[in-house]
């Protein structure tokens, strides 16, 4: 009796260890190298979009955000060369070196035509797509063999335990069940994050077989996601979150009842600055804002805080209300000394420029200002997102009339 029964328990656990041997193989790797995948593809994608409206514009603001992209697109092959040494890898890697040296070409003037860039990335994407087709495929095969190793060890474990008499038959199932529960658990699990849920819970109660490796897998699929959410909404050019986000962060505060200051900045004399000075020297100026945006809420430690850019020169804070006013004062101040090094001394020492307005006149536009319109949300004075954007968009006409660089509170139908 003790011999089969110490045989069942050997059996057992020499399985359970093999099943989660393969469950953290599934997670070391396989995942690792699917999502490096997606973000190899969107970043291809990217660089695609920019050496196109290179190749229309000659904008060389588009080679340095085509280069942005494609340090990225480095470190996910970096990432697959180290789970997956194999021939798709390096295949992947020929590729690529073969799409830079063509968009090489395009940067540099030797070619004026897009067609061997396009060439080039339609075989890299079509590449990337059959690797994770692949990889796709090799995870279904591993959970099939897992999923057939459960079944059959369940058998076993049964058929030995039996033969151990009624002890074996009391205490072998109970473990052998408790563990295979947990790992049928953690293989639904794997199935639905390889999907796209990656809110999926495998439920797995703390003390269980595998708990930790449970905690592991519910940590990563929420990366996943962020990176996932950041990577389709982030605005290409300041990487901050955009209008999903946003409406996700108020909705979630307005739920939750507490109050908070939504913070939303417009530039002044934007457009005539960029129409002056360029596009690319437009684009720098808004990428500085973002950054000196994210960079005082950082410093004023606030827990909770929120960035987010809407598109163009449109940005916003969400705050508590105790930091509006320090944080608000700080982004003027660090903005109204960044503008200057945008001008050049000659428009500084006339105080503007000259241009057109959206209407075709010609006329002095001063040096670009900052106005932030501050809207302090809550007692369920607001009803969703919509109602706070149109609020603060009365509020940004307000203090777009005051000179320079200056925000404004608003307490619902008060302002101070």
């Not at 603001?61 to 697109?73: A, N, V």
């Not at 428009?347 to 006149?361: F, N, P, T």
């Not at 603060?392 to 139908?413: C, F, M, N, W």
């Amino acid at each position: 009796m003790a011999l089969f029964t110490m045989a069942a328990l050997v059996f057992s656990s020499l399985s359970l260890y093999s099943l989660n041997k393969t469950a953290r193989g599934i997670a070391n790797r396989d995942l690792p190298i699917i999502s490096s995948l997606i973000k190899l593809r969107a970043s291809l994608l990217a660089q695609e979009s920019y050496a196109g409206k290179y190749a229309i514009l000659r904008d060389t603001t588009f080679i340095e955000l085509f280069r942005q992209r494609e340090k990225e697109s480095l470190a996910n092959l970096a990432v697959l060369d180290k789970q997956d040494p194999a021939h798709d890898t390096a295949a992947l890697n020929r590729l690529y070196t073969d799409y830079r040296v063509a968009s090489t070409r395009l940067f540099s003037g030797q070619t004026a035509n897009a067609d061997q860039v396009r060439s080039a990335g339609l075989r890299l994407l079509n590449a990337v797509d059959a690797f994770y087709v692949k990889r796709q495929d090799l995870l279904q095969a591993e959970l099939q063999g897992a999923n057939y190793q459960q079944e059959s060890t369940i058998r076993w474990t049964i058929i030995i335990s039996c033969t151990g008499f009624l002890i074996a038959i009391g205490v072998a199932p109970f473990v052998t069940y408790r563990t295979f529960r947990a790992i049928r658990k953690l293989q639904r699990a794997t199935h639905r994050i390889a999907e796209g849920d990656f809110d999926y819970d495998p439920q797995i109660p703390p003390g269980d077989e595998i708990s930790d490796l449970a905690r592991d897998f519910t940590r990563m699929a929420a990366r996943l996601k962020v990176l996932e959410q950041h990577n389709l909404d982030a605005s290409p050019l300041t990487r901050l979150p955009g209008n999903i986000a946003i409406e996700r962060v108020l909705d979630q505060r307005l739920k939750s009842g507490a109050t908070f200051a939504f913070c939303y900045a417009d530039l002044d004399n934007f457009k005539p600055f960029s129409d002056h000075y360029g596009y690319a020297k437009g684009s720098e100026l808004l990428r500085v804002t973002g950054d000196l945006m994210q960079a005082t809420v950082k410093a004023a430690g606030d827990p909770g805080s929120f960035v987010g850019h809407v598109g163009g020169d449109d940005f916003v804070m969400v705050l508590s209300t105790d930091k509006a006013a320090a944080v608000c004062e700080a982004v003027i101040n660090g903005f109204d000394t960044e503008v200057t090094k945008h001008f050049s001394p000659e428009d500084l020492a006339r105080g503007g420029i000259e241009g057109s307005d959206r209407y075709g006149v010609h006329r002095f536009f001063p040096i670009t200002t900052i106005s932030i319109a501050v809207i302090i949300c809550g007692d369920e004075e607001f009803d969703s997102a919509v109602d706070i954007a149109r609020a603060s968009a009365q509020v940004k006409d307000i203090v777009k009339e005051t000179p320079g660089s200056s925000y404004l509170i608003s307490r619902h139908k008060q302002v101070t």
